[in-house]
């Protein structure tokens, strides 16, 4: 079992539409490769953790890399794993927005509190969606 996470970019004018293929495609050949995981867009960053089969997970990530709806595609994390940390979602997906942030980032808090602190890739992970969320929330939001 191969876990990999990155963070990228979107292209500035990314549609809902092109957001909604983006997930369709994700969902239908995760299903058919059994790869798991989880992608967060907000703010034009995306940060996903994909997880299965070796080569399968490589496959799908090359693919990923070359698409032009984002780019700056940064490896964080991809080493082998003993468990699926998403072995329920083929791409669970979240776009947090300006009434439910506040909501979201306490929630991601309490989830990374409750990982396993040892499991660095979901460490990383993590670490990564709460600065995109917290830099956001600092500039756009009021703090509570
Ligand atoms: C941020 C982002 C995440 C993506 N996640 C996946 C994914 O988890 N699985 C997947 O098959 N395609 C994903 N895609 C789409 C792939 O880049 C690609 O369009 C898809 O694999 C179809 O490729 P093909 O038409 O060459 O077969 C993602 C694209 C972006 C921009």
Redesign the pocket.
């Known amino acids: 079992m191969y876990q990999l996470n990155y963070h990228?970019i979107s292209q500035p004018e990314l549609s809902h539409k092109e957001l909604d293929n983006?997930l369709e495609?994700?969902i239908k050949?995760?299903s058919a490769k059994d790869i798991t995981?989880c992608?967060i867009y907000h703010n034009n960053h995306?940060v996903?953790i994909?997880e299965g089969n070796k080569n399968d997970v490589l496959e799908?990530f090359e693919?990923?890399q070359a698409?032009d709806?984002?780019h700056t595609v940064t490896v964080l994390w991809e080493n082998s794993i003993d468990k699926r940390y998403f072995p329920k979602w083929n791409?669970a997906y979240h776009q947090p927005n300006h009434d439910n942030i506040i909501q979201f980032v306490n929630n991601l808090l309490l989830l990374s509190e409750l990982s396993d602190r040892s499991t660095s890739s979901l460490l990383s992970f993590w670490a990564t969606v709460r600065k995109i969320l917290n830099d956001d929330k600092i500039t756009n939001y009021e703090v509570v």
């Open positions: 990228s983006i495609t994700a050949v995760n995981g992608l995306f996903q994909l799908v693919k990923i698409d709806r984002h791409m």
